[in-house]
């Protein structure tokens, strides 16, 4: 394996050379990879982390398998860990054997290298209707993990028993913000976004009968809410709310809300 290079932003690239730390040669070497690395098939966006504050990360399904290859072999050069989504178990198999250090989640199809010693803030509640849900809760509430969020998990809290939710609703209501995924009609949404005070992000499931529609019903139930501070997601889009949950995150303690969750450091 080639020896791993860690990104760095431009500032400490010239401050590097400035000091004489590194080359002219090497200096120039780090700039010719900005913004973005071309590389036939795909262009690595190396600066994509400095616009937004989050690296690059893998949609796996699909992908040739010389391609991942390459593209997770250059994104982990690159930052020194990486994330994958919609992973199968033969890409797990054939990553494992260049990077015997990865990791697999059969339930989320999350695949990813992750940095030791990684520190995590505050709090991010990812909710559950049901347990067919998990799947797609477990790629936001990884994804947020990944990215440096804490999360607590409150699963199978639907509807059709509202009391095992409210059993938890001290933990849900401490969050910078909720998660809540749900097939079926979608109705979990609307009932935690009566009960907490920051943003909520609905997640429709493909999870139901026939007229669920493959999540269009769930959808539609929870862009039609009556509750305020509800956001929707696309249908099982567990990653999209896995980051936005963990922008809100950020910034709710950027602005000094320590209150709600401690910086714990991840095992």
Do not use: W
């Not at 990104?7 to 004489?20: A, P």
């Not at 399904?61 to 994330?83: N, P, Q």
């Not at 913000?177 to 009932?191: N, P």
């Not at 493959?214 to 997601?233: E, F, K, P, Q």
Request: net charge negative; with cysteine.
């Amino acid at each position: 394996m080639p020896e791993r290079k860690i990104r760095m932003d431009t500032q400490e690239i010239l401050l590097q050379f400035k000091n004489g730390q590194m080359s002219l040669e090497e200096a120039e070497g780090y700039l010719k990879r900005q913004p973005f690395e071309e590389m036939g098939y795909a262009k690595l966006d190396s600066h994509r982390k400095l616009r937004s504050g989050f690296a690059e990360v893998i949609f796996c399904s699909r992908k040739a398998d010389a391609h991942l290859l390459e593209i997770f072999r250059r994104l982990y050069e690159e930052e020194g860990e990486v994330l994958g989504t919609r992973a199968s178990r033969h890409q797990y198999e054939l990553l494992k054997k260049e990077f015997p250090q990865v990791q697999y989640d059969e339930i989320s199809h999350i695949i990813k290298i992750e940095k030791k010693g990684k520190k995590r803030i505050g709090k991010i509640a990812v909710c559950t209707a049901g347990t067919a849900d998990i799947p797609v809760a477990e790629e936001a509430a990884q994804t947020a993990e990944f990215f440096g969020s804490n999360v607590d998990r409150i699963y199978d809290v639907g509807v059709s028993g509202i009391h095992r939710l409210m059993s938890r609703l001290d933990v849900i209501q401490s969050a910078n913000c909720v998660v809540a995924v749900a097939g079926m009609e979608g109705a979990l949404a609307s009932v935690i976004g009566g009960l907490v005070s920051n943003p909520v992000l609905a997640v429709p499931t493909s999870v139901g009968y026939g007229a669920n529609m493959n999540g269009l019903s769930a959808l539609l139930t929870m862009i039609n809410s009556c509750a305020n501070g509800i956001a929707v997601l696309n249908i099982d889009n567990g990653y999209g709310a896995g980051y936005m949950a963990t922008q809100i995150n950020r910034l709710a303690e950027r602005d000094g809300n320590h209150s709600f969750g401690e910086e714990t450091e991840h095992e």
